[in-house]
């Protein structure tokens, strides 16, 4: 398996304008997770979904962030409108079901907000 | 909310060292405890996981050991080498739910 894959690498936009980060979990894996990295605040869960469904989105900042699982093979994070205090690295991680189960991290998309 | 810390935040040693770093947290109502390790620009990989009925884990030059009611962790690594530079992240699963909750780091340098 290639890993979880995670698109686009880097994203370089402009204050108000729509992103869209794209992730691939691991096949099998039924549990899917949306953390954000920032030197200041270090990883913080944003979202995790089990089944294709949301089951703890509290770690959202806002209303203009979004995440959906349409299948179990793609998801994506949508920051509308986008602020230069959303610049961050964005990971998507995948585990089994079952407790005790290792995280598997993609190798995340590094956003700049202008 | 679960608080996890880890001290020191930076570390550099000689080759060859043996180190150990060092991960609290504040609930001792956890699932398991895992160690992970970032490179930069990269995402992060999983090196050790605790069940939180074990006492510790080890992997190569890797120990990891989990005390629970004192809510301590050490990841110590043998024979340090240049290799081994990276952050090193603990993260701990509470009871009730499936989430981690990540320490901010140790950022390691291995000097040859």
């Known amino acids: 398996d290639a890993g979880v894959i995670q698109s686009p690498r880097h994203e370089v936009t402009e204050m108000g304008q729509e992103v869209t980060l794209r992730c691939k979990p691991i096949?099998?894996?039924?549990?899917l997770f949306w953390y954000r990295q920032t030197m200041m605040r270090g990883l913080e869960l944003l979202i995790y979904?089990?089944?294709?469904?949301?089951?703890?989105d509290s770690g959202m900042p806002e209303d203009r962030f979004s995440a959906k699982m349409p299948n179990a093979s793609f998801s994506t994070l949508k920051i509308q409108p986008s602020e230069p205090r959303d610049s961050a690295v964005y990971f998507c991680a995948s585990s089994l079901p079952g407790a005790n189960e290792k995280l598997f991290f993609g190798s995340g998309t590094q956003l700049s907000v202008l | 909310k679960q608080e996890v810390t880890q001290i020191p935040a930076a570390l550099s040693v000689p080759e060859g060292e043996n180190l150990v770093l060092n991960c609290s947290f504040t609930d001792s109502a956890i699932y398991n405890l895992q160690w992970f390790r970032q490179d930069p620009g990269k995402g992060l990989t999983s090196l050790l996981l605790?069940?939180?009925?074990?006492r510790e884990q080890t992997s190569g030059r890797l120990n990891a050991s989990l005390d629970k009611s004192s809510g301590r962790s050490t990841l110590y690594i043998a024979a340090s080498q240049p290799g081994d530079s990276a952050t090193y992240l603990c993260a701990v699963e509470a009871n009730s739910g499936y989430a981690l909750n990540f320490g901010k780091g140790t950022s390691l340098l291995v000097t040859p």
């Open positions: 605790i069940q939180s009925s074990q």
């Open positions: 979904f089990n089944n294709n469904v949301p089951i703890d």
């Open positions: 096949s099998g894996h039924d549990y």
